[in-house]
């Protein structure tokens, strides 16, 4: 004969299991509130990497700036960059040159402002959360402070042929627009955290790639920068966005219901 519990003792145990779940519901969003407010420790950490990111930065690419202003500059190196440069100007047409102007203005400084104020202000509003925000804004914020800084130290003079662009800086390593250009690159790190989407996945890294590659044509098309100065901008923009990635993953950890919501993500069965 099989023995039934009590009734009551059923009740009695459903209401114990509600009340933890009820008490671990209360706990979790207790934290999630505390979690919102950054401490102090947090922001003066992340302040203090981040002036290391750009120090170090700032040193290894003006160093590579002298030493393609200084010993390769007389080698292939340089001669590839007159080669490029010269070509470029030799096949230039009316329809490139139109062309090239719209593609070099996907990382013109007002262009990279409004859109990057856009694309933080979307995430923030539809993730609420500030960390995918902090990481966009941060890398272009970090990107714009070395290059401004290497381009002034290295004094690299731009190309000596007939520019298509009007330029307020004479010089020109590294390639700030196609660093910005490449910066963006942390939009796609957003997207592949954020989305198990293969479409928008695919779309956000072949932009991620052909953007900085298009600006860095055009800009070497319209006779203001060398191949060099354009590869170098292309890796800075990467490197700025990787410092800050790692800075912000390390000073600012996930909340427990943003982590409970990605992992709640990647257990969801795929529609049929």
């Not at 340089?78 to 090239?100: C, F, I």
């Not at 104020?117 to 993730?127: D, F, K, P, Q």
Request: contains cysteine; positive net charge; proline residues 4%.
């Amino acid at each position: 004969m099989t023995n039934v519990p009590p009734e009551g003792s059923t009740v009695r145990g459903a209401g114990r299991r509600g009340t933890a779940a009820a008490s671990n519901r209360h706990s979790t969003e207790s934290f999630d509130r505390h979690r919102t407010r950054v401490t102090r420790h947090e922001l003066t950490l992340a302040a203090v990497l981040l002036v290391c990111a750009y120090l170090a930065l700032t040193a290894i690419w003006a160093a590579l700036g002298f030493l393609v202003i200084g010993p390769l500059a007389d080698s292939r190196v340089g001669a590839v960059d007159h080669d490029v440069t010269n070509w470029l100007v030799e096949h230039r047409t009316p329809m490139l040159d139109n062309l090239s102007s719209l593609g070099t203005m996907f990382a013109d400084t007002w262009v990279k402002v409004i859109a990057t104020a856009v694309i933080a202000a979307i995430m923030l509003v539809g993730w609420r959360s500030w960390r995918e925000p902090l990481l966009v804004c941060a890398a272009l914020i970090l990107e714009a402070a070395v290059f401004i800084t290497v381009t002034w130290i290295v004094g690299r003079p731009r190309p000596d042929v007939v520019a298509l662009d009007e330029v307020s800086v004479d010089t020109s390593f590294p390639s700030g627009h196609a660093a910005a250009a490449a910066a963006y690159c942390a939009i796609a790190i957003v997207i592949f955290e954020r989305t198990r989407n293969v479409w928008l996945r695919t779309i956000t890294v072949v932009v991620a790639v052909a953007l900085p590659l298009i600006v860095g044509s055009c800009r070497m098309y319209r006779g203001v920068h060398y191949l060099t100065d354009v590869i170098a901008g292309i890796v800075l923009g990467v490197a700025c966005v990787v410092a800050v990635y790692a800075i912000v993953r390390r000073c600012f950890q996930q909340t427990a219901s943003e982590s409970h919501r990605s992992e709640s993500r990647d257990h969801r069965p795929d529609p049929p």
